[in-house]
Nanobody, 122 residues
């Protein structure tokens, strides 16, 4: 599975962005998907995850109520809608795929996309 993330950018606090992660391969629907983020000098941080069916989602407390993860298996794409962005959300955001599981732990993911930068100014 190859993953291509996009949609990052520079926005002001309070604004919204939607990240997309397009996957290759016919087995996308068997992978749980996750979004993580990382800032320089810090470990990669879990943001959100969604099961392979899309029926179950899980969020980090820091983004709960502001971010929404979703997937379209027909388009082999997972999304992260980010509302009410704050400067502390500034990071490189990564999408990841885990075969037949969803997890908050980065070690459980099998494939990673390249990062897409999100910068939120105050």
């Amino acid at each position: 599975v190859q993953l291509q993330a996009c949609g990052g950018g520079l926005v002001q606090a309070g604004c919204s962005l939607r990240l997309s992660c397009a996957a290759s391969g016919r087995t996308f629907r068997t992978y749980g998907m996750g979004w993580f983020r990382q800032t320089p000098g810090k470990e990669r941080e879990f943001v959100a995850a969604i099961s392979w069916s899309g029926g179950t989602t899980f969020y980090a407390d820091s983004v709960k109520g502001r971010f929404t993860i979703s997937r379209d298996n027909a388009k082999v794409t997972v999304y992260l809608q980010m509302n009410s962005l704050q400067p502390e959300d500034t990071a490189a955001y990564y999408c990841a795929a885990a075969h037949r599981r969803m997890s908050i732990y980065s070690d459980n993911y099998d494939y990673w996309g390249q990062g897409t930068e999100v910068t939120v100014s105050s």
